[in-house]
């Protein structure tokens, strides 16, 4: 075992993001030597046992944080969310039917676009009218529609449903960037996507969550490899699955259980949350950019007002070992991503940067 | 850095498979620490300026190391080969035009079934006649059709073209399990494509090598994710792409480098499966399974004549080390994938067992 030392740089990168200390070293311990079995985790066949072990024990602790009924299934994929945009619409539309969308950013967009090349495709609701700087609310979601989609975090704009709106037809969700942040009611969603480089893991897996009852109604002949019941039904090694993306995700979900789960999970997100955006909301010379009630957990979007000062405060929080809150150009100014394993005193660090330069600038 | 120590395991796993040790010691300190960023490589956004050179290098080598026409493109996606069956007719088969295949085992098959459900797909070569086992020749290739694959190493059954066909029109191939372990000649491929998990890297990457003037002639409307042009326009990055599997296919590449790359890796190759089949042929106990000609470097299957003695058989190698050399289900008896980083010691270890376990029951 390697001496590890605590990390020096305080991470807000909106993902691939910060994951727990404790998961770096034991994912570099695999690389070199997985559980003693004299092989590196990325030399072992996907069918070995070791590693049958570390797909069930992902796709268990998934379930288990979430709390999902039990019949419910998990896959692990490659692609990204970006291919669960593209795989929903052929896992629950009907060729000639229609679907639902909530369009709440650039993924939602992205998610919209995909349903588009697919069939009919319904915006039902959209924020764009001021830059996605707010979650839409009470509109209305067809009963004759295939399914409803949301995205549940929007990472770029920084926005976040509160509640999840109550629709007869399947529900399904983008949850990328805060699944596993916080307690949902799996039973209100026929599907639960998302890349895991949020709360779960690195890049390079997808872990999809589902009713297998509302799967595989449309009629359409698919591809094998776009097929989520194909792929549950052979425990997401139809082909060699992205294996060591999923061991990281294990281990991230291990870390999650052991510190009290989705539940102690929200409680430190909220901490972290009411820390940067009370700060945001006390010095007049910064501002939030979203609706206050919409405001993400996750990531917490800010400007300066006065935007000539941007370049002082940049040197100020890259002095403090701050990284990673710059804006997405779509929106300007700072984001400052809080996952999972972002610690508190990444939040102090930042908070104090900010009275700091408002003192002085104020 | 930890102590790394040699591995203790003669890994003739058909992939994920075996890879330079260096490869692991240098991908195990990156999880701590990246280049001396005070970060994990896993918790670093994939646009920062280091995953970015990650990118550009590993694509360079790739490049580099086959030898390809300048004006060739790299594209790193997700999903493994089998998402290009997938992609291979959408990309090159025009609504209502044909293509052709040859098909030479398991892989081969899943391709054919992907451009079944893409469109009018021929068969122009196979070998499954005789289970497999050897590699069709001299078969017609018509002119008419959008393209011609082919499947260039046949890890279930052990076989591997040593000339591929002439054609007229494109020809595109899986390469995943011999890519990088022989020159070849870049420019008779539209498109060269192939999972990372044997010569390249780790489970998790898939790496496309194409002319990009062959694309985006069919008029289909494609999904981005579908679309390689896309990828290749976003440099890999219209959405997250697996950073880890490339980072390590990177080091794996560099390591081919500098033993003296794709021409030195078909000689060290060579050697190796000179000893194993020269082993098989010369002990009358033991019989490859495969044509002779067209027995894989890669992948050596053979059997016990009699199947009787394969408990003492798997005693004997398993206590000397071996690991991973049963033979698919489909094939069974044995299988020993001598990928790039299979050092000769590991053979002759093998074939030392095989004349041991000869003399006592020969």
Not at 18 to 40: C, H, K, W, Y
Not at 89 to 112: D, F, H, I, M
Not at 167 to 192: E, G, H, W, Y
Request: a neutral charge; proline letters at 6%; one cysteine or more.
């Amino acid at each position: 075992m390697s001496t590890a030392v605590k990390p020096k740089v305080h991470n807000y990168s909106a993902g691939p993001c910060i994951l727990p200390q404790q998961v770096f070293e034991q994912a570099s311990q695999a690389v070199l030597d997985f559980q003693g079995t004299g092989m590196s985790i990325l030399e072992m066949s996907h069918r070995s046992k070791p590693i049958e072990e570390v797909m069930n024990k992902a796709r268990d602790l998934v379930k288990e944080l979430l709390g999902a009924p039990d019949h419910y299934e998990v896959v692990f994929l490659g692609g990204g969310a970006s291919m669960g945009f593209h795989m929903v619409p052929l896992n629950y539309q009907k060729p000639g039917g229609k679907s639902a969308y909530a369009n709440t950013g650039e993924w939602a967009t992205r998610a919209v676009k995909e349903g588009r090349l697919a069939g009919e495709t319904l915006v039902v609701a959209s924020s764009e009218d001021k830059n996605f700087n707010y979650i839409p609310k009470g509109f209305a979601i067809p009963d004759d529609v295939d399914y409803f989609h949301i995205t549940t975090n929007n990472t770029i704009f920084g926005t976040q449903y509160k509640a999840f709106p109550k629709t007869k037809v399947p529900m399904l969700c983008d949850m990328s960037s805060d699944i596993f942040s916080r307690p949902v009611n799996v039973s209100d969603f026929a599907l639960i996507y998302g890349g895991a480089q949020k709360n779960m893991g690195p890049a390079g897996a997808t872990v999809y969550l589902f009713d297998p009852e509302k799967l595989g109604h449309t009629g359409r002949k698919l591809s094998p490899m776009m097929d989520l019941k194909n792929h549950a039904a052979k425990d997401s090694m139809y082909n060699t699955p992205p294996v060591y993306a999923v061991y990281v995700s294990m281990l991230t979900l291990e870390w999650l259980k052991s510190i009290g789960g989705v539940a102690e999970a929200e409680k430190r997100n909220q901490a972290k949350a009411e820390l940067l955006y009370g700060t945001i909301d006390r010095l007049p010379i910064f501002e939030g950019t979203t609706a206050v009630e919409d405001r993400s957990a996750m990531n917490a979007t800010f400007v300066l007002k006065d935007s000539a000062l941007e370049p002082a405060f940049d040197a100020l929080w890259k002095e403090a070992g701050i990284s990673g809150i710059r804006g997405h150009r779509s929106v300007g100014g700072y984001r400052a991503s809080m996952y999972n394993a972002l610690p508190i005193d990444s939040v102090k660090v930042l908070t104090e940067v900010m009275e700091e330069f408002a003192k002085k600038n104020g």
